[in-house]
């Protein structure tokens, strides 16, 4: 899912697409879904700072604009929520911290929806901040045929800064395309964290090898 041309530069220095490649014809509507088990290792180092176990405290400042008609839609009212959110999973022999591309991606999705990860890229952009570049597949399956029902395709950015002692914000601002590659809805929006717990190595979670996952990659990288 290659980007075609961009537009739309963000405050990290990172543009939009106005176009995608069109989705794979495995994954366009109508085709029977075959989830691939992935064996990808991909990982990145984060900043220290940034690392634990946070609780997501509210999401604010939200809108959306429809491409093509230009109108967008700001929801006001601050959503709080209480979700916890792993930011680092594992750490090497010398104490660098790091984050997996692909265990977001392999955790369930609810109303049978599947994100298949096309790219992912990490950037580190100073000792308490680093921003996270992916683009991928959302296909929403019928439970009983697996026909695929609906594709559309996903571009995210999204910056993770420290602003206090405990306290994390993320920016984020996602577009998503059509299964042609057409632009569709542009959202952006922050949500403010709270740290419960500093970081300690999640070996498993939701039934995902993590730790494994890890081995390989420092036995490859």
Do not use: C
Not at 12 to 20: A, D, F, N, P, Q
Not at 24 to 40: I, L
Not at 123 to 152: C, L, M, Q, W, Y
């Amino acid at each position: 899912m290659a980007p075609v041309s961009s537009a739309k530069t963000l405050e990290v220095g990172i543009e939009h697409s106005e176009l995608l490649a069109p989705v794979p014809d495995a994954f366009q509507p109508g085709k029977v879904f075959h989830k691939a088990k992935s064996n990808d290792d991909r990982w990145a180092i984060i900043p220290s700072e940034a690392a634990g176990k946070w609780q997501m405290l509210r999401r604010y400042g939200v809108s959306s604009v429809d491409i093509k008609t230009g109108v967008r839609t700001k929801k006001t009212a601050d959503k709080y929520e209480n979700s916890i959110t792993y930011i680092g999973y594992q750490n090497d022999p010398d104490g660098n911290i790091y984050t997996s591309a692909d265990i977001e991606s392999k955790l369930p999705h609810s109303n049978g929806t599947y994100l298949i990860p096309a790219s992912w890229e990490l950037k580190t952009n100073n000792d308490r901040s680093f921003t996270v570049v992916k683009r991928g597949v959302s296909v929403a399956v019928d439970p009983d045929s697996h026909v695929i029902r609906e594709t559309k395709q996903l571009e995210s950015f999204a910056t993770f800064q420290v602003v206090a002692p405990n306290r994390l914000v993320q920016r984020y601002s996602s577009e998503w395309f059509n299964a042609a590659g057409e632009a569709i809805t542009l959202t952006e929006g922050q949500t403010e964290m709270e740290k419960i717990a500093n970081f300690s190595p999640v070996d498993e979670l939701n039934g995902i090898d993590i730790k494994s996952s890890f081995r390989r990659y420092l036995k490859h990288r």
